[in-house]
């Protein structure tokens, strides 16, 4: 049976292969790769990155993940739809890995992030999350020429032109929920009101999701782009095999664009999804970034500013939960030695004046 976006497979095809519907269910993570007449698969591994077919058990209760549209989507029992292996770590909400090998059809994973990342489960999930689901792998999608699709093949290479000099604004934080989208957003907003029509937005580490990079469009900024854009669906596991050259990769991309500002996010903490190489890829071609630093209390403040010291960066700004009172605002600066706002007030308000002072100076 077919119906539009869903497809289910019968007991002989899963294991083989086979045909599935054009408009089959498709998850974010694959938002970059084209609509497909057909969709063929084979019973092979998967591995990062490559278009699987997965199916939710017809006994599962429904999931929800994002679609390509950023919009939250429903799986249903018994829905065979697209998605993709992948990593991720985090510190606080789920947690996953490929196995070495890849994915094996016929075997059971579970979806670890919104987006559509599939994995083995690494530990027991701290919370209940809408997309936690254990899904069945069926086998990895195929083109024309008989390759296994991946995300790789429809990444984004870098214009002609040289670095356009444009100046850089990068938001860190001590952890994951510390309000460093908040806090990108604020910046965006304070560069608009200084006049600058043409900002660029890079979340250039951690999980994925459309509707994270569609906010800074919302708020402001000509282009988004994030790890999947670039080919890779998160920047985990730390310490991976290529990942200067994927990061040098990103930055000349957006450093290549005319563009006034390039604000770049980093996702979860100052030391995971390989954040610690991505500072150093972006020391090699800006020296003295402005720092937004969004921390969580201030001793976590406190210890992210002599962390970056050590790497030779310095804070601009700290906002995040540090700030959510007088006198934890007035604590963390006199600690840090840092300016400090709330930027979440501050967009309620208004941009704060001193985050185009402090934050999107030139």
Same mark, same amino acid.
């Given at each position: 049976?077919?119906?539009?976006?869903?497809?289910?497979?019968?007991?002989?095809?899963?294991?083989?292969? +086979?045909?599935?519907?054009?408009?089959?269910?498709?998850?974010?993570?694959?938002?970059?790769?084209?609509?497909?007449?057909?969709?063929? !698969?084979?019973?092979?591994?998967?591995?990062?990155?490559?278009?699987?077919?997965?199916?939710?058990?017809?006994?599962?209760?429904?999931?929800?993940? %994002?679609?390509?549209?950023?919009?939250?989507?429903?799986?249903?029992?018994?829905?065979?739809?697209? /998605?993709?292996?992948?990593?991720?770590?985090?510190?606080?909400?789920?947690?996953?890995?490929?196995?070495?090998?890849?994915?094996?059809?016929?075997?059971?994973?579970?979806?670890?992030?919104?987006?559509?990342?599939?994995?083995?489960?690494?530990?027991?999930?701290?919370?209940?999350?809408?997309?936690?689901?254990?899904?069945?792998?069926?086998?990895?999608?195929?083109? %024309?020429?008989?390759?296994?699709?991946?995300?790789?093949?429809?990444? %984004?290479?870098?214009?002609?032109?040289?670095?356009?000099?444009?100046?850089?604004?990068?938001?860190?934080?001590?952890?994951?929920?510390? +309000?460093?989208?908040?806090?990108?957003?604020?910046?965006?907003?304070?560069?608009?009101?200084?006049?600058?029509?043409?900002?660029?937005?890079?979340?250039?580490?951690?999980?994925?999701?459309?509707?994270?990079?569609?906010?800074?469009?919302?708020?402001?900024?000509?282009?988004? !782009?994030?790890?999947?854009?670039?080919?890779?669906?998160?920047?985990?596991?730390?310490?991976?095999?290529?990942?200067?050259?994927?990061?040098?990769? /990103?930055?000349?991309?957006?450093?290549?664009?005319?563009?006034?500002?390039?604000?770049?996010?980093?996702?979860?903490?100052? !030391?995971?999804?390989?954040?610690?190489?991505?500072?150093?890829?972006?020391?090699?071609?800006?020296?003295?970034?402005?720092?937004?630093?969004?921390?969580?209390?201030?001793?976590?403040?406190?210890?992210?500013?002599?962390?970056?010291?050590?790497?030779?960066? +310095?804070?601009?700004?700290?906002?995040?939960?540090?700030?959510?009172?007088?006198?934890?605002?007035?604590?963390?600066?006199?600690?840090?030695?840092?300016?400090?706002?709330?930027?979440?007030?501050?967009?309620?308000?208004?941009?704060?004046?001193?985050?185009?002072?402090?934050?999107?100076? %030139?």
């Amino acid at each position: 049976m077919t119906v539009i976006g869903t497809a289910r497979v019968n007991t002989s095809r899963r294991m083989t292969g +086979g045909g599935l519907p054009a408009n089959l269910k498709r998850t974010s993570a694959l938002r970059r790769v084209p609509s497909l007449e057909k969709i063929r !698969f084979r019973s092979v591994c998967g591995n990062e990155g490559d278009v699987c077919a997965f199916e939710l058990p017809r006994d599962a209760a429904a999931v929800r993940v %994002e679609a390509p549209t950023g919009r939250m989507m429903e799986i249903a029992p018994g829905d065979v739809f697209l /998605a993709t292996p992948g990593d991720r770590e985090s510190t606080r909400w789920v947690s996953g890995r490929v196995p070495a090998g890849g994915l094996v059809p016929g075997q059971d994973y579970w979806v670890v992030a919104e987006s559509g990342i599939i994995g083995e489960l690494v530990g027991a999930p701290p919370s209940e999350d809408d997309f936690l689901a254990c899904v069945r792998y069926l086998g990895a999608v195929y083109g %024309e020429a008989g390759e296994t699709l991946n995300i790789k093949q429809f990444a %984004e290479t870098a214009p002609a032109e040289s670095d356009c000099n444009a100046p850089v604004y990068l938001v860190l934080g001590t952890s994951g929920d510390s +309000g460093k989208t908040t806090a990108a957003i604020a910046v965006i907003q304070a560069l608009r009101m200084k006049g600058h029509t043409a900002v660029t937005a890079l979340k250039a580490t951690g999980t994925p999701a459309v509707g994270e990079i569609a906010r800074y469009r919302d708020f402001g900024a000509a282009q988004a !782009f994030d790890c999947l854009d670039f080919g890779l669906p998160g920047t985990y596991p730390a310490g991976r095999k290529g990942i200067d050259e994927f990061f040098g990769n /990103a930055l000349d991309y957006c450093l290549r664009l005319r563009a006034d500002a390039l604000v770049v996010e980093c996702g979860g903490d100052l !030391f995971g999804g390989n954040v610690p190489e991505f500072l150093t890829c972006l020391k090699a071609r800006r020296s003295d970034p402005k720092i937004i630093l969004a921390a969580a209390d201030t001793l976590g403040a406190l210890g992210a500013k002599h962390a970056l010291e050590q790497v030779g960066l +310095g804070i601009s700004l700290i906002t995040g939960p540090c700030t959510d009172t007088p006198a934890l605002r007035a604590q963390t600066e006199a600690l840090c030695g840092v300016p400090a706002r709330n930027l979440l007030r501050s967009l309620d308000r208004g941009t704060d004046p001193q985050v185009s002072g402090a934050a999107a100076s %030139e």
